[in-house]
Every structure is written in C-alpha cells, then in structure tokens.
C-alpha cells in the first residue's frame, strides 16, 4: 500500500489534491452535521454565529478560507511540504463551506432548507467528483487525448480537441443535463453521450429546437417520466445525507 501511494500519489504530485479532496468532503459532512443538529435544536450543540442578531452563513467563512488557501497556494510555499498540502486543505475546506450554500448564492436569499436548497447539494456533489476524477488522472476537455500515441502533438490538434469536446460540453448543458455536462469537461465521453441524447424538457435546448406537441417533445417527457426513479433515488440520498427541506 505504500509503495502505491508513493508511485500513484506522491511521485505525480497530487498529495496536495488529495488533502484538498478530504478537506474538501470532511467539511461538507460536519457542517451538514451541524446544521441538522442546530435545525433539531439539540441543546447540547452550538447555535448560528449571530452576533448583534446578524445570521453569519458559513459561505462567509468558506470564502475566508478559499482566501487564505489560494493566496498560501500561490505563495513561494505553495508547492513545498507540509505548506502545500495545508493550503489545499484549508481551500479545500472553504470550497465546501462555499458549495454548501451555492443555491444561497444563486437566489440572493436563504433557501438553504427549501427545495431550491437542493442545488447546493448537486454543487458539492460535482465538485467531488471532478476533484476525484482528477486525482485519478482526467484532465480537462481531454487535452491529454490529443498525444495519446506518444507523438509530440501541435497547438491546432490541442485546439481542435479542446473546441470540440467543450462544444459538446455546452451542448450538454443547455439540454439540461447539468450533473453529464459538468462531469463532460473532465471526462468528454459523458459529455458526448449527453450530447446527443434527447434534452429534458423545459431546458434551453428543448425550448429552442422542440416544438410544443411535436414527436421529439412528446419523447422527450416519456423518457423524463421513465427515468424518475433515478431522481427518486437521488432525493432519498440527499435526504439521508443534507436532510429533508422544511415543508412549503
């Protein structure tokens, strides 16, 4: 085991993005924790930070820590040991604050416990997932594809790999499948899947190019409908891990 983490982790350099990784998602289970303990009104846990009667949010904090990380990360300590892995914890940790309150961000309000809270949780989610997966050796829009053969590769075939697996990305994003489009910058196959897969209703795509009554709208809320227990799953697991949103 650690003769593989010397040649998979240390060697390459990720050590950094593995302690931003871990900050990163033990930050987001304790402060959903604490949430949860302080909305249950345990009288054993801390409150909300109201000083004056002013609800501090902890995206205050994130962005604080997100600071003070990048500006470590940046710094001529950045990339040695122990500071580096220390920075990205500590940017790593503020992400998560910062992510755990993205739909607060968004609606300029707090709907931290309501359904339109729930995009704070795909936030964190896809931000897992695209540190995971870089930590694991993807690399955006797939440049490292264009020299696979081990030939040394012009700027043209990095450009002309980058724009089309970013248009594809885009594509994806605008038949709102936000999550595949997301996770297609970092692994373009998800991104040309969803590319030309039918868009979900409602999206800009469906909008623009579906007209209401027509066959591809028809098909398109069938297939929506069909892939429902896909959401139901997902909201039980959001459910068991950020809690349930208060009822309207």
């Excluded at 302080?38 to 902890?58: E, M």
């Excluded at 030939?151 to 709102?176: D, E, H, P, Q």
């Excluded at 868009?199 to 623009?208: D, I, K, L, V």
Aim: charged share 20%; net charge positive.
């Amino acid at each position: 085991m650690g003769d593989w983490y010397q040649r998979q982790i240390v060697e390459p350099g990720k050590q950094p993005l593995l302690c931003l990784l871990l900050g990163f998602l033990g930050a987001f289970l304790f402060i959903r924790i604490s949430v949860r303990l302080i909305r249950a009104q345990v009288s054993w846990w801390p409150k909300n930070v109201t000083p004056g009667g002013l609800h501090i949010h902890h995206v205050v904090f994130g962005v604080v820590l997100m600071i003070v990380g990048g500006l470590g990360l940046a710094s001529p300590t950045g990339n040695r040991s122990p500071w580096a892995e220390i920075d990205a914890a500590v940017f790593g940790i503020g992400t998560a604050l910062v992510l755990d309150e993205f739909a607060l961000i968004l609606h300029l309000k707090d709907v931290y416990w309501s359904e339109e809270g729930r995009l704070s949780v795909d936030a964190v989610v896809v931000g897992a997932a695209a540190c995971g997966l870089l930590l694991l050796g993807a690399s955006p829009f797939g440049v490292d594809d264009a020299a696979e053969s081990g030939a040394k590769a012009s700027g043209w075939t990095y450009v002309v790999v980058v724009a089309v697996n970013a248009g594809f990305a885009l594509v994806t994003l605008a038949k709102g499948k936000v999550f595949t489009g997301l996770l297609g910058i970092l692994v373009p196959v998800f991104a040309l899947v969803g590319a030309v897969r039918l868009a979900r209703p409602g999206s800009p795509w469906a909008r623009a190019r579906y007209p209401a009554g027509g066959r591809k709208e028809r098909r398109a809320r069938v297939r929506e409908e069909r892939e429902g227990w896909q959401r139901r799953v997902r909201v039980r697991v959001y459910d068991a891990v950020a809690g349930r949103p208060s009822q309207p």
